[in-house]
């Protein structure tokens, strides 16, 4: 664990959540923030690959912008399989919880973001109370939820195709009948936090059908859910355009923006 102060920015730096190399987090805070919001932010890569170091110009840009933002990595597959990718999300929402205040944050004002894959695990441990209770937490801290070009809010036997079953098995099991029991759709209720679903309407790979079919779920259930689907944007992409909309769908105070210089 190291930590750098860049003007109006203190980063700390692989700060260990758990017991495994993987299981670890980096911490983007506005210098002086005060009772900021919380984001954690959780990395794609399809279960199997991705860090945070490659999503550090987001956390330092959301961190900018008046957020204390923790960017998470977790075991990966193989040879992690579900559900130890989620447990791990699970246990840094817990930590990141449970430390806020040493970063200036609010833990009452949590978000959990991710993207890709990520936004499928941070999803689960949104709608799923099994994780955060297991954490010793109630699964409403999570205030809000923003998925960015998600993958897996569906993973009904549809899924089951030999384009797909080998991409997915490493992950979920060779049993495609229980992929279900691992959707976010599957967990949707009314409880579930208010969401921003982003993804790109030029995104090959991941197409929004599933973010748009998880939209309406959630909306079904009277959720408060925002679906954008942004022309011309890919996969990646996407990222970068997302940022607007988060800051519009987070509402940061204006002290906070203050807080951040």
């Not at 664990?1 to 980063?11: C, S």
């Not at 110009?57 to 040879?79: D, E, K, M, T």
């Not at 579900?82 to 970063?103: G, K, L």
Request: with cysteine; proline share 8%.
């Amino acid at each position: 664990m190291h930590e750098r102060n860049d003007v109006g920015l203190r980063t700390t730096l692989d700060v260990p959540y758990g017991p495994d190399p993987l299981q670890c987090l980096d911490v983007y805070a506005p210098d002086g923030a005060h009772r900021a919001p919380f984001i954690l932010f959780v990395h794609g890569g399809g279960w199997a690959v991705g860090d945070k170091a490659q999503y550090a110009a987001v956390g330092a840009s959301l961190a900018r912008a008046g957020f204390v933002v923790a960017i998470v990595n977790y075991r990966l597959s193989p040879p992690a399989q579900h559900p130890a990718h989620t447990e791990d999300v699970a246990r840094a929402v817990a930590w990141c919880y449970r430390q806020a205040s040493c970063y200036g944050a609010d833990p009452e004002r949590f978000c959990a973001i991710g993207h890709s894959s990520g936004a499928h695990l941070a999803a689960l441990v949104a709608l799923d109370p099994s994780y955060l209770t297991a954490e010793g937490l109630d699964s409403s801290l999570i205030r809000r939820f923003v998925g960015i070009a998600g993958v897996g809010y569906d993973l009904s036997e549809s899924y089951a195709s030999p384009l797909i079953t080998p991409f997915l098995e490493p992950v979920f099991g060779t049993d495609s009948t229980r992929w279900a029991l691992a959707a976010p759709l599957r967990h949707v209720t009314s409880a579930a936090p208010a969401s921003l679903l982003i993804h790109g309407l030029s995104d090959t790979v991941a197409p929004p059908a599933s973010t748009q079919v998880f939209a309406t779920s959630l909306q079904e259930a009277g959720v408060p859910a925002k679906l954008a689907l942004l022309p011309g944007e890919n996969h990646l992409s996407v990222m970068f355009a997302a940022e607007p909309l988060i800051l519009d769908f987070l509402e940061v105070t204006e002290p906070a923006r203050a807080n951040a210089g």
